[in-house]
């Protein structure tokens, strides 16, 4: 018996020829190729009836056929997968899994944020870091005055004099109308002037602000406004071992440290000027400036743990005319308002 297609070739033919109905050529060459298979089984379709009848058999034998052929999950199938699944699962089991990738940024994000807080709260939260940001004198306000003079009429209670050149207060402070500079060594500087009489803690921000005229240029004699951390004045020339001053001497205004170095000088000081000085302190740091204008900021180079002593000095060498002598019209100590 000669074997049928079952994939479609066959099926389809005998299908179109039931549909086309006797005589038509579709029947006819479903016939040509069925008559093989009926003339093995027993004989040729002698009329319609029988034609149909043998035409529609071999269509149901070609279709029952198929099915056979059809791949199907069996009973279980389903449920051998997944043991398959957990038996690889288990075998696996000494291999550590990956975290996922969504554990893995949330982790990281709590990380990122916990460093973010730790940075605040080391910038707020006082301590040995925090005394930069208290240092910060650009921030710092001066307006409650503890002390001011015009030296009218004497030093006041404030201040006190101090060297060997004597100075009078009388519509300003100046050195006395005195010779100086006599004897084996003229070209010496004669120091004296005056200091507020209170010392300020090394911890308490200040300023001083002094306003100086400056009658005439002359070389030989010298002014200073000066912060120290000693109130001892030593020598001819009235000065502390580590002072921080402002000064002029002729035409040169300069900023003087406790180190000896001078950080700043300006020959612009003109005869008939008024200079108005401002030295602003806290424990470690310090800036001057003249007519509003910062000649200099920085460490103050002073001792943090000493008070400090604020004042005005001269310096004379030889005997000046008295219109070259400068005049110091008033002085000021300001702290922060609490």
Partial sequence: MTNLDFESSQLQLLTDALRAGPGSPEWRAAMEAVNVTAGETGGEAGNAEREYKLLYAARERLASGRQYREVRAGAGFTRKVFDAIEQEDDAAGATPRALPAANLIAAVSALVILGVLAIVAWLIIPGDNSQQAANDLSQTYFVNKIAETTFDNGLGADWISFGKLPVEAKTGLRPTAVAVGAGDAPEKFLGGGATYRRAIDANQPFAVEASVRIPKISDAVVVQVFVSDNASFEGDSATTPRELAWLVRGTQASVAMPNGAVEFADTSVRAG????????????????????????????????????????????????????????ESVRVLVPQK
Avoid: Y
């Fill in 273 to 328: 000027q008024r200079i108005n000085v401002r030295i602003t302190a806290n424990q470690a740091d310090a800036a001057v400036e003249m007519n509003g204008k910062k000649l200099w900021s920085g460490p103050n180079q002073l001792d943090p743990k000493k008070t400090r002593t604020v004042g005005v000095r001269f310096l004379v060498q030889g005997k000046p005319d008295e219109k070259t002598v400068p005049v110091v």
